[in-house]
């Protein structure tokens, strides 16, 4: 299951303390196996620059509830399998501090009905309460007069664009990635999105498509003036 993990993962050691200089935060992390071939790490906070006590507990339980949530889908990963290999493995990733948002990212391997999927998973936190910030709000709060199409699944944590904000993360990326790939475009167009903020753009992840898997790579809208 360890060879499925995306290369970007950073290896921590379980409970040593982690500072990300970056952004003024310090955290734990811890390696939880709670059950045969699943691998979790669960994150807490010590200090973020910005936010009281308080305001820490409320993240650090949102995201011990998130751990709790991953473990129940590896319970179900496993009975997917029905007797063949299987694995769940999410790793933390990063985390990003910008004005009013905290960005939990992971990064998922798993092999649930018989063929690898590679995803991110990501949890934002506004600044300074604290406050859990699902992803189709943090949408809302970034470009409140756009529309999301409704979402063809039952995770919360996806969002859709239209055919206008489609077009605008193609733009926005062209300009700021190097890697971009033209052939992404349909594809982009059609995704679903996991979406976290980095500094003042907001970040957007497709869900993995086996046959258009080299277009799945980190996007951006930079936001209205």
Known sequence: MRALALTACVAMSSWVLQAQSA?????????????????????????????????????????TATAATFEKEA???????????????????????????LSVVFAKSTVCAGSPDLEKEARVFSIPTGNLVPARVLFKQMFPTTKLLSSTSSNKELIRLDEEMGETLINDSKEVFATYDSECEFYLKHASYRIWMDGKNLILFPEFIQPASFCQKEYLIRPEE
């Open 23 to 63: 952004t003024n935060t310090s955290y734990k992390v811890r390696d939880s196996k709670p059950m045969k071939d699943v691998s979790i790490q669960i994150v807490s906070f010590d200090a973020i620059t910005g936010l009281n006590k308080n305001a820490i507990k409320k993240i650090n339980t949102a995201l």
């Open 75 to 101: 319970k179900e990963c496993s009975a997917y399998a029905q007797g063949r290999l299987w694995g769940y493995e999410l790793t933390l990733e990063k985390v990003l501090l910008s004005e009013k948002y």
